[in-house]
């Protein structure tokens, strides 16, 4: 069989959670499609995102979305919502969608940073100073932001159905 040949039959679905810690940790840089819907409307199901590892002594900041690995093993996208000395050695986490309580996790369980995410073909770089902006604002606003944007859409919704 020729090398180069695009033949996916050799090719076998690998779980997330069983190449993105070994990938990350040794430095290298994984995209994925999302899945579920914690992280609404910033990254929705069906997104691309694409995930780097952090550089050596980098603490994850407030508004950012990482990607890390619960104590039982699943990969999760989530925002850290606080981080620094306040929280001993650790950060407090949340899906953008969720109104419930932090969950607060190690830092060694960070595997890195979510970059890009990317929808209908179009890349959206997350680390850019207006994409930091936005996730400080989301991370500090926290349940108060869910039901400001509920209304929100109820109201933008029908304005652009006007507009068609």
Known sequence: MN?????????RCVPLAEIAPEVLRRGGTISFVATGFSMWPHIRNGD?????PLTKGVVP???WIIIYQSPHGQIIVHRVVAAGH?????LKVRGDSQSGPFEHIALESVLGRIVVRQRHGKDIDMTS????????LVARSGSARIVLEQVL???????RRRRG
């Open 61 to 63: 900041r407030t508004g």
């Open 3 to 11: 090398p180069d040949s695009t033949d996916t039959r050799n090719y």
């Open 129 to 136: 100073r207006t994409r930091e902006l936005e996730g400080w």
């Open 48 to 52: 691309m995102v694409t995930a780097r």
């Open 153 to 159: 859409r109820k109201i933008v919704h029908p304005l």
């Open 86 to 90: 306040r929280h001993g050695a650790g």
